[in-house]
Nanobody, 120 residues
């Protein structure tokens, strides 16, 4: 089994910054594609950013240039640095990882979600 635990959400003023973390634990052989998603009230979950194991990143147009996805391979942890936050960034943020387990099976894990609120 693989567990993902998120942290780092909170309340921030417009223009501020936050860094989200997503720590993976369990029977992990390797972490493949990873990503951050968000869901605002009344809206569908949407892609924010992804990163492949090779380091290729992709961002939603709404966050490109403001958000940065990164990982710490040793710690099996993924990050989302969010700068110049806007009220429209308010949402529950979820991390997702495609993992190869130690038994060489493939699985997808999701974090529990962390609330980000951008408001003055």
């Amino acid at each position: 089994q693989v567990q993902l635990v998120e942290s780092g959400g909170g309340l921030v003023q417009p223009g501020g910054s936050l860094r989200l973390s997503c720590a993976a634990s369990g029977s992990i052989f390797s972490i493949n594609t990873m990503g951050w998603y968000r869901q605002a009230p009344g809206k569908q979950r949407e892609l924010v950013a992804t990163r492949t194991s090779g380091g290729t990143t992709n961002y939603a147009d709404a966050v490109a240039g403001r958000f940065t996805i990164s990982r710490d391979t040793v710690k099996n942890t993924m990050y989302l640095q969010m700068n110049s936050l806007k009220p429209e960034d308010t949402a529950v943020y979820y991390c997702k990882m495609n993992v190869t387990t130690t038994s060489r099976s493939q699985m997808i894990g999701w974090g529990q979600g962390t609330q980000v609120t951008v408001s003055s």
